[in-house]
């Protein structure tokens, strides 16, 4: 039915665009049409290919051919061989790093095999709201391997040897966490599933949630055979509704087809689960106290031990997992310990899902394995930086986590890694920033979520977090000093080792990740009362180079305080002490006489 | 969602029976896969196209469900045999909304930005013609396949 029968693709993202994509796809629609070509051959500028370095890009298809670095005049070439003799060009096929031998099929590509979706595996693949087609993908197949042919103990070390260690941040066996669940007895224990993602920039949770809600209930009832647990429980914020709507729907359907409920594939298991509304507190993502609001007390922490294992639910053992650590287990019980094992790091295994936002040019979601480093995630999946700025921080790990600089670019994305480098992996928000970023800015930002989200039950969080903040917010000001600086780091210190829980124990990580990473940028507010990246309001200060002012009054005419004075045809001039740092001034000159300094 | 009630072909519409034992999933699983062959095939496979649209939250929210009531309503009224389901993010939050079109034969393809004019000539050009459009977005990643 189709008319063409091949397609030239042509990378349009922004760094192949730079490198004159858009001359590749001039000049070869010029050779098709000389050619007389134009009617079977489509030239097509698609989105970004993520494979920017070695862009421009042309992927030919049907055959996957996948041409790199090419420059407008191969279009020619790319015509006449390819496309007329059915030749491929192979000095602009992709040449393996390794073996140095060209890869002519993109599927072949190892830059192909850098984004792997375990956990996404059915998102955007299946309708979530059908259970047929998340069993034609192999769905609650895991449950009927576990429930038929193994032993509670053998599902906890396949757990355990896989080294799948908790999504929700802290890190945590999975597989450990299981067997001190199973091993407390008490006539009734649970499964908690923490669906109360509170990370700003993070989504992963929402998206599998609302795209393959039947892994979380298919894990959850692995978990409960494995523990000894017949109740499921879902703690998941009322602020996602359309979550909510799936898992509810999944949950019938699965009730309908026997896959909850009694007697599952007539073994004697039972296993439901039922949904718990969370108000939206970032501190009920904290398993003891998502476990008291889910009890219908304050959503405040307590200290562990008890840890949840012993007396969780209803004083009952219970095992809280994250959404993300759920959706892998069904592919680790089907594919192996020794599978999931052999991807990751030494000691992270497996994949992880992070949500990519802030400057960057390809805010998406995506999966990659562990050890992948910041830079091919940010400049070879993500795109790149927006717009062509520089590159200057990476956030990980929300407000709890720490912000990386360029020097961390090549380290390799893993629990311990993020760690040593000062940060943290948390849920797997990464907010990207670049050069006009301010340092002490973003600081002050996350630590006013944190302030916010505290749920006031502990000194160190309650008071210590509202001191930094207001620390940063004088730092900000102009009205900071040298040993202001001293006292964020030892507040920052004292409140991670003091706070209660790890709400607390983690909200200065990013000051003191920041500081550690651009104290310059620090000082410069504080002693030269200067912001670098030109974002503090306070520390900025406008100025009419003479040089350029011809005196055309315009500026004085739009300042809205009249803090500009000057006559007619002379250099005019801006009172610093009246000025409110609007801009209005610089937008209006048309000599560019106006500058920040 | 009410959305089940508009796919076409909606499976689960049949009377739902137990699954009682794993032979049961097995045999089922067997079923819905030469199941999911059978409603393509038996409408004539050369004409069946399969749209997809990626309705999470945020799909929603930057107008999926226009576009998948859009090519609900275009497909039917253009009389192009289709199938058109709702599927959960794809991840490419920077291109809502998108859209996966599998034609006959042919490997899928995904594009993003799909407003309603964008919709009109995804239908226009490349279902009915195999031409392609702007919005296109290169899949660059791996699924693993759960086969024991």
Known sequence: MSKYSMHLLVCGGTGCHASESDAIVCNLRDELEAKGLMDSVQVIMTGCFGFCEKGPIVKVMPDNTFYVQVKPEDAQTIVEEHV????????????????????????????????LRIVLRNCGFINPENIDEYIARD??????????????????????????????????????????????????????????????????????????????????????????????????RAEYPLAIERLKIAINQAREYGLLGNNIFGTGFNFDIKLRYGAGAFVCGEETALIHSMEGLR???????????????????????????????????????????????????????????????????????????????IFEIGGGIRNGKKFKGIQTGGPSGGCLSEKHLDTPIDFDNLIAAGSIMGSGAMIVLDEDDCMVSMAKFFLEFTVEESCGKCAPCRIGNKR??????????????????????????????????????????????????????????????????????????????????????????????NAITGERKEVHLINPAICIKCGACMEKCKFDAIFIS | MGNAKKQKLNLTDKSMSKITSLADLKKKREELKSGLDIRTKALDPENIVQVKVAMATCGIASGAKTVMEFFLEQLDRRNIAAVVTQTGCMGYCYAEPTIEVKLPGQDP??????????????????????????GIIPVNYQIIDLKE
């Not at chain 1, 040897?161 to 199973?182: I, N, Y």
């Not at chain 1, 990370?199 to 949770?205: E, K, L, N, V």
């Not at chain 1, 900071?480 to 210190?493: I, Q």
Request: proline share 5%.
């Open chain 1, 299 to 377: 959503g405040e922490p307590t200290v562990k031990p008890p840890f949840p294992a012993e007396a969780g639910y209803l004083g009952k053992p219970t095992n809280v997992n994250n959404v993300e650590t759920f959706a892998a287990i069904p592919a680790i019980i089907l594919k192996g310990a020794k599978w999931f094992s052999s991807i990751g790091t030494e000691k992270s295994k497996g994949t992880k899902v992070f949500a990519l936002a802030g400057k960057i040019n390809n805010v998406g979601l995506i999966e990659v394995p562990m050890g992948t480093t910041l830079r091919e995630v």
């Open chain 1, 468 to 561: 930094l903040h207001e620390l940063l917010g004088q730092i900000c000001e102009g009205k900071g000093t040298l040993a202001d600086l001293d006292r964020l780091k030892n507040m920052s210190v004292v409140i991670k080792d003091t706070a209660l829980c790890g709400l607390g124990q983690t909200s200065p990580n990013p000051v003191l990740s920041m500081m550690d990473n651009y104290y310059d940028e620090y000082v410069a507010h504080v002693t030269n009362k200067k912001c670098p990246a030109g974002q503090c309001k306070s520390l900025m200060e406008y100025i009419i180079n003479p040089d350029n002012c011809v005196g055309c009054t315009a500026c004085a005419r739009v300042c809205p305080v």
């Open chain 1, 139 to 236: 769905g609650y197949q895991a449950l009927g391997k576990v429930l038929m042919e193994m032993t509670p103990e053998q599902v906890i070390k396949e757990v355990k040897d896989s080294g799948q260690r908790g999504r929700g941040g802290a890190g945590f066996s999975t597989g450990l966490k299981w067997e001190l669940a199973r091993k407390n007895q008490s006539d009734e224990k649970y499964v908690v599933c923490n669906a109360d993602e509170g990370d700003p920039g993070a989504f992963m949770d929402r998206s599998v949630l609302e795209g393959d809600p039947h892994s979380v209930l298919e894990a959850m009832a692995i978990c409960g055979f494995s523990i000894g647990a017949s109740n499921g429980l879902i703690y998941i």
């Open chain 1, 84 to 115: 007329i003799k059915g030749r491929k060009v192979t000095r602009l096929l992709y040449k393996d790093p390794v073996t140095k031998e060209s890869v002519s099929d993109s599927k072949h590509m190892g830059f192909f095999k850098k984004q």
């Open chain 2, 109 to 134: 393809v995904v594009f993003g930005f799909v407003d309603l004019k964008r919709a009109d000539q995804i239908i226009e050009k490349y279902i009915k013609t195999g031409e392609l459009v702007d």
